[in-house]
Protein backbone atom coordinates (compact mmCIF):
# COMPACT_ATOMS: atom_id res chain seq x y z
CA UNK A 1 0.00 0.00 0.00
CA UNK A 2 2.66 2.13 0.73
CA UNK A 3 4.76 1.06 -2.71
CA UNK A 4 1.37 2.30 -4.29
CA UNK A 5 1.05 5.53 -2.36
CA UNK A 6 4.85 6.39 -3.22
CA UNK A 7 4.16 5.43 -7.12
CA UNK A 8 1.14 7.90 -7.12
CA UNK A 9 2.62 10.61 -5.37
CA UNK A 10 5.58 10.22 -7.78
CA UNK A 11 3.04 10.12 -10.55
CA UNK A 12 1.64 13.26 -9.50
CA UNK A 13 4.96 15.17 -8.96
CA UNK A 14 6.33 13.86 -12.30
CA UNK A 15 2.36 15.42 -14.14
CA UNK A 16 3.24 18.37 -12.02
CA UNK A 17 6.74 19.35 -13.14
CA UNK A 18 5.64 18.43 -17.08
CA UNK A 19 2.39 21.05 -16.77
CA UNK A 20 4.72 23.34 -15.27
CA UNK A 21 7.36 22.50 -18.23
CA UNK A 22 4.69 23.22 -20.76
CA UNK A 23 3.49 25.86 -19.19
CA UNK A 24 7.21 27.40 -19.46
CA UNK A 25 7.72 26.71 -22.77
CA UNK A 26 4.90 28.11 -23.77
CA UNK A 27 5.59 31.27 -22.03
CA UNK A 28 8.95 31.14 -23.71
CA UNK A 29 7.86 30.85 -27.01
CA UNK A 30 5.00 33.68 -26.61
CA UNK A 31 8.32 35.86 -25.63
CA UNK A 32 10.24 35.01 -28.68
CA UNK A 33 7.31 35.48 -30.72
CA UNK A 34 6.87 39.08 -29.16
CA UNK A 35 10.75 39.18 -29.25
CA UNK A 36 10.37 38.51 -32.94
CA UNK A 37 7.60 40.88 -33.96
CA UNK A 38 9.00 43.93 -32.50
CA UNK A 39 12.30 43.12 -33.86
CA UNK A 40 10.58 42.78 -37.47
CA UNK A 41 8.56 46.49 -36.55
CA UNK A 42 11.50 47.84 -35.81
CA UNK A 43 13.42 46.59 -39.10
CA UNK A 44 10.32 47.32 -41.24
CA UNK A 45 10.89 51.17 -39.65
CA UNK A 46 14.40 51.23 -40.90
CA UNK A 47 13.29 50.43 -43.98
CA UNK A 48 10.77 52.97 -44.81
CA UNK A 49 13.16 55.30 -43.61
CA UNK A 50 15.27 54.24 -46.04
CA UNK A 51 12.88 54.44 -49.07
CA UNK A 52 12.26 58.11 -47.68
CA UNK A 53 15.96 59.12 -47.72
CA UNK A 54 16.58 57.23 -51.35
CA UNK A 55 13.31 59.68 -51.81
CA UNK A 56 15.20 62.65 -50.42
CA UNK A 57 18.86 62.30 -51.80
CA UNK A 58 20.29 63.16 -55.62
CA UNK A 59 22.65 61.38 -56.69
CA UNK A 60 24.62 64.08 -56.27
CA UNK A 61 24.91 63.98 -52.24
CA UNK A 62 24.82 59.91 -51.95
CA UNK A 63 27.82 57.62 -52.73
CA UNK A 64 26.43 55.27 -55.39
CA UNK A 65 28.12 52.32 -53.61
CA UNK A 66 26.18 53.30 -50.45
CA UNK A 67 22.60 53.70 -52.42
CA UNK A 68 23.14 50.20 -53.20
CA UNK A 69 23.91 48.63 -50.22
CA UNK A 70 20.56 50.31 -48.87
CA UNK A 71 18.79 48.71 -51.83
CA UNK A 72 20.00 45.68 -51.11
CA UNK A 73 19.01 45.91 -47.59
CA UNK A 74 16.08 46.82 -48.21
CA UNK A 75 15.21 44.01 -50.33
CA UNK A 76 16.62 41.03 -48.41
CA UNK A 77 14.77 42.59 -45.25
CA UNK A 78 11.30 42.33 -47.48
CA UNK A 79 11.18 38.36 -47.29
CA UNK A 80 11.41 39.37 -43.22
CA UNK A 81 8.76 42.15 -42.77
CA UNK A 82 6.21 40.88 -45.73
CA UNK A 83 3.70 39.10 -43.01
CA UNK A 84 3.40 42.71 -41.17
CA UNK A 85 0.33 44.58 -42.23
CA UNK A 86 2.02 47.87 -42.57
CA UNK A 87 4.47 47.07 -44.92
CA UNK A 88 2.02 46.74 -48.14
CA UNK A 89 3.19 49.89 -49.40
CA UNK A 90 7.10 48.91 -49.18
CA UNK A 91 6.04 45.34 -50.44
CA UNK A 92 4.48 47.00 -53.52
CA UNK A 93 7.77 48.80 -54.23
CA UNK A 94 9.71 45.25 -54.64
CA UNK A 95 9.82 45.28 -58.47
CA UNK A 96 11.30 48.97 -58.55
CA UNK A 97 13.66 48.04 -56.11
CA UNK A 98 15.01 45.21 -58.03
CA UNK A 99 15.07 47.16 -60.95
CA UNK A 100 17.05 50.07 -59.44
CA UNK A 101 19.15 47.51 -57.91
CA UNK A 102 19.83 45.97 -61.57
CA UNK A 103 20.90 49.26 -62.88
CA UNK A 104 23.21 50.19 -60.04
CA UNK A 105 25.12 46.94 -60.24
CA UNK A 106 25.80 47.50 -63.90
CA UNK A 107 26.12 51.08 -64.07
CA UNK A 108 22.93 51.90 -65.89
CA UNK A 109 21.18 54.21 -64.01
CA UNK A 110 20.00 57.37 -65.15
CA UNK A 111 21.75 59.70 -62.55
CA UNK A 112 19.80 62.40 -60.83
CA UNK A 113 22.28 65.24 -59.50
CA UNK A 114 19.65 67.53 -59.23
CA UNK A 115 21.80 70.29 -56.43
CA UNK A 116 20.14 71.99 -53.55
CA UNK A 117 19.12 75.34 -54.61
CA UNK A 118 16.62 76.61 -51.49
CA UNK A 119 17.05 76.56 -47.26
CA UNK A 120 14.21 74.05 -46.69
CA UNK A 121 15.66 72.08 -49.29
CA UNK A 122 19.01 72.25 -47.94
CA UNK A 123 17.77 70.95 -44.58
CA UNK A 124 16.32 67.97 -45.62
CA UNK A 125 19.15 67.24 -47.33
CA UNK A 126 21.63 67.78 -44.63
CA UNK A 127 19.24 66.00 -42.35
CA UNK A 128 19.51 63.10 -44.81
CA UNK A 129 22.66 62.48 -45.12
CA UNK A 130 23.16 62.93 -41.01
CA UNK A 131 20.69 59.88 -40.45
CA UNK A 132 22.78 57.98 -43.47
CA UNK A 133 25.85 58.94 -41.47
CA UNK A 134 24.31 56.79 -38.50
CA UNK A 135 23.06 54.01 -40.40
CA UNK A 136 26.19 53.49 -42.32
CA UNK A 137 27.99 53.14 -38.90
CA UNK A 138 25.31 50.87 -37.65
CA UNK A 139 25.70 48.33 -40.88
CA UNK A 140 29.65 48.52 -40.08
CA UNK A 141 29.24 47.49 -36.23
CA UNK A 142 26.78 44.35 -37.43
CA UNK A 143 29.03 42.94 -40.61
CA UNK A 144 26.67 44.08 -43.36
CA UNK A 145 30.12 46.26 -44.78
CA UNK A 146 33.16 46.13 -43.85
CA UNK A 147 34.92 49.02 -41.96
CA UNK A 148 37.52 49.79 -44.88
CA UNK A 149 34.15 50.14 -47.17
CA UNK A 150 32.33 52.03 -44.24
CA UNK A 151 35.01 54.64 -43.75
CA UNK A 152 35.50 55.03 -47.51
CA UNK A 153 31.40 56.06 -47.83
CA UNK A 154 31.21 58.18 -44.38
CA UNK A 155 34.25 60.12 -46.23
CA UNK A 156 31.89 61.17 -49.37
CA UNK A 157 28.69 61.34 -47.02
CA UNK A 158 30.34 63.75 -45.13
CA UNK A 159 31.72 65.35 -48.42
CA UNK A 160 28.06 65.07 -49.83
CA UNK A 161 26.84 67.12 -46.93
CA UNK A 162 29.20 69.93 -47.49
CA UNK A 163 28.70 70.21 -50.86
CA UNK A 164 25.11 70.60 -50.48
CA UNK A 165 25.58 74.03 -48.92
CA UNK A 166 28.16 74.79 -51.32
CA UNK A 167 25.33 74.91 -53.94
CA UNK A 168 22.96 76.57 -52.22
CA UNK A 169 25.65 79.02 -51.85
CA UNK A 170 26.49 79.46 -54.81
CA UNK A 171 23.11 79.47 -55.87
CA UNK A 172 22.15 82.54 -54.09
CA UNK A 173 25.98 84.15 -54.99
CA UNK A 174 24.85 84.09 -58.45
CA UNK A 175 21.23 85.86 -57.53
CA UNK A 176 23.20 88.04 -55.58
CA UNK A 177 25.05 89.12 -59.02
CA UNK A 178 21.83 89.14 -60.66
CA UNK A 179 21.23 91.76 -58.58
CA UNK A 180 24.46 93.94 -58.96
CA UNK A 181 25.38 92.90 -55.04
CA UNK A 182 28.86 91.74 -56.56
CA UNK A 183 30.17 92.40 -52.63
CA UNK A 184 27.81 90.24 -51.06
CA UNK A 185 27.99 86.89 -53.59
CA UNK A 186 31.98 87.23 -53.42
CA UNK A 187 31.46 86.76 -49.44
CA UNK A 188 29.24 83.70 -50.13
CA UNK A 189 31.76 82.39 -52.73
CA UNK A 190 34.51 82.41 -50.57
CA UNK A 191 32.68 81.09 -47.64
CA UNK A 192 31.49 77.79 -49.86
CA UNK A 193 35.46 77.34 -50.76
CA UNK A 194 36.28 77.94 -47.13
CA UNK A 195 33.95 74.59 -46.75
CA UNK A 196 35.51 72.98 -50.05
CA UNK A 197 38.62 73.18 -49.18
CA UNK A 198 38.47 70.67 -45.89
CA UNK A 199 37.70 68.30 -48.04
CA UNK A 200 40.07 68.73 -51.08
CA UNK A 201 41.52 65.53 -50.57
CA UNK A 202 38.50 64.07 -51.98
CA UNK A 203 38.91 63.73 -55.28
CA UNK A 204 35.22 65.12 -56.92
CA UNK A 205 35.84 68.25 -54.66
CA UNK A 206 38.59 69.83 -57.39
CA UNK A 207 36.27 70.82 -60.30
CA UNK A 208 33.84 72.67 -57.42
CA UNK A 209 36.90 74.17 -55.59
CA UNK A 210 38.35 75.38 -59.34
CA UNK A 211 35.04 76.48 -60.01
CA UNK A 212 34.45 78.55 -56.57
CA UNK A 213 38.20 80.40 -57.13
CA UNK A 214 37.62 81.26 -60.97
CA UNK A 215 34.52 83.33 -59.73
CA UNK A 216 36.05 84.82 -56.79
CA UNK A 217 38.97 85.71 -59.06
CA UNK A 218 36.39 87.05 -61.56
CA UNK A 219 34.03 89.27 -59.08
CA UNK A 220 37.52 90.47 -57.40
CA UNK A 221 38.89 92.08 -60.56
CA UNK A 222 36.05 93.73 -61.02
CA UNK A 223 35.48 95.23 -58.16
CA UNK A 224 38.93 96.11 -58.09
CA UNK A 225 38.55 98.12 -61.42
CA UNK A 226 35.55 99.78 -59.78
CA UNK A 227 37.43 100.88 -56.81
CA UNK A 228 40.22 102.12 -59.10
CA UNK A 229 37.46 103.93 -61.06
CA UNK A 230 36.31 105.89 -57.85
CA UNK A 231 39.75 106.84 -56.81
CA UNK A 232 40.60 108.09 -60.23
CA UNK A 233 36.86 109.60 -60.30
Not at 32 to 49: F, G, I, S
Not at 54 to 71: A, C, E, G, Q
Not at 174 to 183: C, I, Q, V
Amino acid sequence: MLRLEIILIAAGLAFLFSVALAISIMRWRKKQRTLQLEANNLLLKRCYRIDELLSVLSDRYIPITTKLVLVNYVLESMVTVKSLPNSIALIEKQEEYIGLRKELMYAEQATKKEKVVAQAELVRVQGALKALITLVKAFASNKTIDMASAKQQLTMIRYGYLLAHCDMLMKEARDDLDLDKKARALEKYRTALAEMETVSFVPESNSVINTLKNRIQAIEGILFKKKQNEDNG
